[in-house]
């Protein structure tokens, strides 16, 4: 065996150990690792929708701006521009 394979070898095994040794330490089982993991998973998803809860406002939001800039720029009578902002306001 070449020296580079028993090192290998020796590490993995210096790896499993410590893992072990430091879960039981801590009093962590396998399963609490995996509910960890699931846990983390979650976060995942839940910050997954909170981000595409974000895009959709910013979007509305856009949406609004666009609708804003346009009552401006356009030669409108005051009551058009009242109706355009109680259309605004019941979004």
């Given amino acids: 065996m070449s020296s580079n394979l028993v090192l290998m ?3 993995i095994v210096a790896i499993t150990t410590f893992g ?3 879960r039981d ?4 089982s396998r399963r609490s690792m995996e509910r960890v ?7 995942i998803t839940h910050d997954d929708a ?3 809860a974000l895009r959709q406002e910013v979007k509305a939001l856009k949406d609004r701006i ?3 800039e346009r009552i ?3 030669n409108h009578s005051a009551t058009r521009l009242d109706q ?3 259309l605004l306001r019941d979004r």
Wanted: net charge negative; charged share 25%; hydrophobic share 45%.
């Fill in 20 to 22: 072990r040794i430091y």
């Fill in 84 to 86: 355009e902002i109680e």
């Fill in 66 to 68: 666009a609708v804003l």
């Fill in 37 to 43: 993991g699931r846990h983390m998973g979650n976060a």
């Fill in 9 to 11: 070898i020796i590490a």
């Fill in 50 to 52: 909170e981000a595409i």
């Fill in 72 to 74: 401006t720029t356009d």
């Fill in 25 to 28: 330490k801590h009093g962590l």
